[in-house]
């Protein structure tokens, strides 16, 4: 079946660290890879997303790369604001199963001054 | 008003109290969808109306009873909750998959805060 593993929270940095979420996914097809972040008391907002593998998705200098050998799809920022404190989920979509998202459990990001 | 809309935000309630959830798109999808959020839990899908169809979660409790009349409408109708279902209700809403093709990237509404007493 369809899974997303995400690492567990929280996870604290300071203004300007490197970010690195993991996520990894079992799929039974060819699925697309998804971030998506909530900031507080918001709903999910799309960060940037994949279709395939070797795509790199990038938004708001936040990026990703679809790996199938890993299959893996790890979060990335060079540096990191303190406006980037969220929730991130990783997530997944399989034409297979229609309309059926999988999304991981979220991982709490705190950047302190 | 843009994107995907819910209310009432915020909603405390009695476990004999009946009270809908709204949520409306005004993306123009065809596909919507019911998710419960709990802390430290994966998001959980509780329903998808989707080309008119409806897909559930076999394992949502019927006290949570799911309504679309429309493409654009969607609601989500209480009763007799227990204090376990307290949580954050998220909305979304997408293009069917079978017909946007590679991938039905969802839009989230901001969510109702429900506190079941």
């Known amino acids: 079946g369809n899974s997303v593993t995400q690492m567990e929270g929280p996870v604290t940095l300071s203004e300007e660290a490197f970010l690195t979420i993991n996520c990894t996914y079992t799929?039974?097809?060819?699925?697309?890879l998804f971030w998506y972040v909530q900031y507080p008391g918001e709903g999910l907002q799309l960060l940037l997303k994949?279709?395939?593998?070797?795509d790199k998705g990038s938004n708001k200098g936040f990026e990703a790369t679809y790996r199938k050998e890993t299959t893996s799809f790890h979060l990335e920022k060079g540096s990191v604001q303190v406006s980037d404190s969220a929730v991130y989920f990783c997530?997944?979509?399989?034409?297979?199963?229609?309309?059926?998202?999988?999304f991981g459990t979220g991982t709490s990001l705190t950047v302190i001054p | 008003e843009t994107g995907v809309t819910q209310t009432p935000r915020h909603l405390v309630m009695g476990m004999t109290n009946k009270k809908s959830l709204k949520c409306e798109q005004h993306?123009?999808?065809?596909?919507m969808y019911w998710y419960k959020q709990s802390a430290k839990k994966p998001l959980e899908l509780m329903f998808v109306?989707?080309?008119?169809?409806?897909?559930e979660n076999n394992s949502v409790p019927s006290r949570f009873s799911p309504e679309c009349p429309n493409s654009s409408h969607l609601f989500l109708h209480l009763h007799t909750l227990q204090p376990e279902d307290s949580a954050l209700y998220l909305c979304?809403?997408?293009?069917?998959?079978?017909?946007?093709?590679?991938?039905?990237?969802?839009?989230f509404g901001p969510g109702t805060r429900l506190t079941v007493l």
């Open positions: 979304a809403s997408s293009q069917d998959p079978r017909l946007a093709g590679w991938y039905n990237e969802q839009f």
């Open positions: 799929a039974t097809g060819y699925p697309s």
């Open positions: 994949a279709t395939k593998a070797d």
């Open positions: 997530a997944l979509s399989d034409l297979i199963t229609g309309n059926q998202f999988y």
């Open positions: 993306l123009g999808h065809n596909a």
């Open positions: 109306y989707s080309l008119e169809e409806r897909v």
